[in-house]
């Protein structure tokens, strides 16, 4: 499993905004996707958002219209802009990585936002 490297996380008031990055090392393989994952305390993992090696986009329901993924291919680095957020947006959000016929994860950046 390669590992990913996540910056940007913090505390944050509801309605702001913070700006997630998550980076990937260069290996042999292509990155055929990126994504970012989150984990409230005492709930599961759920998918946020993720956009393929094409630049095509997904969501989650609860995230839509706040939340804008986007990708810098020269440097296999995946963001997450997220604005006007909400105290159910607070969790650890993990990066994720389609590399080859393998995947990577980040290690878990927090995010808290405080009402």
């Known amino acids: 499993q390669v590992q990913l490297v996540e910056s940007g996380g913090g505390l944050v008031q509801a309605g702001g905004s913070l700006r997630l990055s998550c980076a990937a090392p260069r290996t042999f393989f292509s990155i055929t996707a990126m994504g970012w994952y989150r984990q409230a305390p005492g709930k599961q993992r759920e998918l946020v958002a993720t956009?393929?090696?094409?630049?095509?986009?997904m969501y989650a329901d609860s995230v839509k219209g706040r939340f804008t993924i986007s990708k810098d291919n020269a440097r296999n680095t995946v963001f997450l802009q997220m604005n006007s957020l909400k105290s159910e947006d607070t969790g650890v959000y993990y990066c994720?990585?389609?590399?080859?016929?393998?995947?990577?994860w980040g290690q878990g950046t927090q995010v808290t936002v405080s009402s």
């Open positions: 956009i393929s090696g094409g630049g095509s986009t």
């Open positions: 994720y990585a389609r590399i080859g016929p393998g995947d990577g």
